[in-house]
């Protein structure tokens, strides 16, 4: 009994070292779970974060005012601006209209409803108003050019957005405001590329007797200096201060409009 002593404590003491082995490994695995959780849970919340934030970033559309080009009716100039964000109009306006005697009174009638129809048609597709049809229907020209030019600087950035990562920007064509002289009014039309004048273009400007043929020998000058400048400090063409002085008035009221 002596000497079986001795194995029976070496056998004990084995059981009891493999038992102490057994609980480390059962406790190992306990710990090991819970950080693989805790680091597995983080990254699908990383992830989710980055995809709203992507979306958020897709879905925000930011907002551009386009003026469409002038239309002519047998009592006066029309012409109208929108607002558009997210591919939809949500202002629309008449920059210009028929003023003086009744047809300042239509004006005031049929302006308001047609902006109203512009906005809750999202096109050109309105109806005229009663007692108002020359207004209506230069109101609807001028409409559909300034979605037309709405539409084409949308194409261009989505065009350019599936491309590159950093896509060039797309030219866009702006219309000034119309600058009213004492030989009549100058309207200018510049496109604008890159944050540069590439196109000026008066659409208005003095017409009749002497008027027309200072015109055709001052525009095409201040239009080229217009380009050339690329800004509205430009010379005045003599013998034409008038038009010139309203050329520049139109031509910073668009750059202003196109950030430049």
Same mark, same amino acid.
């Given at each position: ?32 779970? /819970?950080?693989? $959780?805790?680091?597995?849970? #983080?990254?699908? @919340?990383?992830? =989710? %974060?980055?995809?709203? *934030? &992507?979306? !958020? ?80 229907? /230069?109101?609807? $020209?001028?409409?559909?050019? #300034?979605?037309? @030019?709405?539409? =084409? %600087?949308?194409?261009? *950035? &989505?065009? !350019? ?100």
């Amino acid at each position: 009994m002596k000497k079986s002593h001795p194995i029976r404590r070496v056998v004990l003491a084995t059981a009891a070292t493999v038992s102490g082995i057994v609980l480390l490994l059962s406790l190992k695995p306990a710990s090991d779970p /819970g950080s693989a $959780q805790a680091a597995g849970g #983080a990254a699908p @919340q990383q992830t =989710a %974060a980055a995809q709203e *934030s &992507a979306q !958020g970033g897709a879905e925000a559309a930011g907002a551009g005012t386009v003026t469409g080009s002038v239309a002519q009716t047998q009592y006066g100039p029309v012409q109208v601006r929108i607002t558009v964000s997210g591919g939809k109009i949500t202002k629309a306006e008449a920059v210009q209209a028929p003023s003086g005697g009744t047809s300042s009174q239509k004006t005031e009638l049929a302006v308001p409803k047609l902006n109203q129809e512009a906005v809750a048609a999202q096109s050109a597709d309105i109806d005229a108003v009663s007692g108002a049809t020359y207004t209506s229907t /230069g109101y609807k $020209q001028s409409l559909q050019s #300034a979605l037309d @030019q709405a539409k =084409a %600087a949308g194409s261009g *950035s &989505a065009s !350019g957005s599936s491309g590159s990562s950093a896509p060039a920007e797309q030219a866009r064509t702006v219309t000034g405001s119309v600058a009213q002289t004492q030989y009549g009014p100058v309207q200018v039309r510049i496109t604008v590329s890159g944050g540069k004048i590439t196109k000026a273009e008066a659409v208005q400007a003095p017409s009749g007797g002497t008027s027309s043929q200072k015109t055709e020998l001052a525009v095409p000058k201040l239009n080229q200096e217009a380009v050339a400048a690329g800004s509205a400090d430009i010379d005045t063409v003599s013998g034409a201060t008038y038009t010139s002085t309203g050329y520049k008035q139109s031509l910073q009221s668009a750059l202003d409009q196109a950030g430049g």
